[in-house]
């Protein structure tokens, strides 16, 4: 089913409105699990984990690249900053990077890719302590500021849309002599499965 969303047909007459969507933001919650081995000191940290995360990312468009087919529009690359909340078994996460986007214009067929490269702090079983992070993630993307519904006014400001992706993420923390971790989830922006509903939407196409 998330294949042939990612495929959904879109209207011949939808075009997509490439200026003002230069700037972009959406917030998302996700949910996942995976496994941590922390260390093999006295308080050993390892075993399955679950996590739950609330995030938000701003980007900007950094250039497009033409796309023989046509289809879809131009390929986008965006880049901006990201950070989110994270809970779970036994620890508590602030994290902070840069998540780089690649999709396209009008109706990204092929789905949308995302790296989010940072780190963060935050408590594991009471232990206080620094860790990178390394997210890499897939899915679709909707944003109805691409697709002529903004007036002139909104298009100055940062077009809010959905995400729904799958993830995966790695944490490093240098202090600990084993450290590390690995999570698979689900991100998504809860409006994202609110009316009004089209496959045009859910496949990250126009929205109507």
């Known amino acids: 089913m998330f294949v042939a969303l990612v495929f959904a047909p879109r209207e011949a007459s939808a075009q997509p409105v490439e200026d003002g969507t230069s700037a972009e933001w959406t917030y998302w919650l996700g949910a996942g699990g995976g496994y941590r081995k922390a260390y093999s000191g006295p308080t050993a940290l390892d075993g399955r984990i679950g996590v739950f995360s609330v995030g938000a990312e701003f980007t900007v468009r ?8 046509g289809y879809g529009g131009s390929y986008e690359w965006r880049l901006g900053p990201w ?3 994270c809970l779970g078994s036994a620890f508590g996460l602030q994290e902070a990077g840069l998540i780089l986007t ?10 949308t890719f995302d790296v989010r490269a940072g780190g963060g702090y935050g408590v594991v079983d009471g232990i206080a302590m620094p860790h990178l992070t390394l997210t890499a993630s897939g899915g679709v993307r909707s944003f109805w500021g691409r697709y002529g519904n903004r007036r002139d006014l909104l298009k100055m400001l940062p077009a809010f849309g959905s995400v729904m992706r799958l993830y995966g993420t790695t944490r490093l923390r240098p202090e600990l002599s084993s450290p590390w971790e690995v999570t698979f989830g689900l991100e998504v922006e809860p409006t994202f499965l609110l009316p009004p509903y089209s496959w045009g939407r859910l496949g990250g196409a126009h929205p109507w």
């Open 102 to 111: 690649f999709t396209q214009v009008d109706h990204a067929q092929w789905g």
């Open 62 to 69: 950094l250039g497009t690249l033409a796309n023989p087919s």
């Open 83 to 85: 950070t989110q909340t």
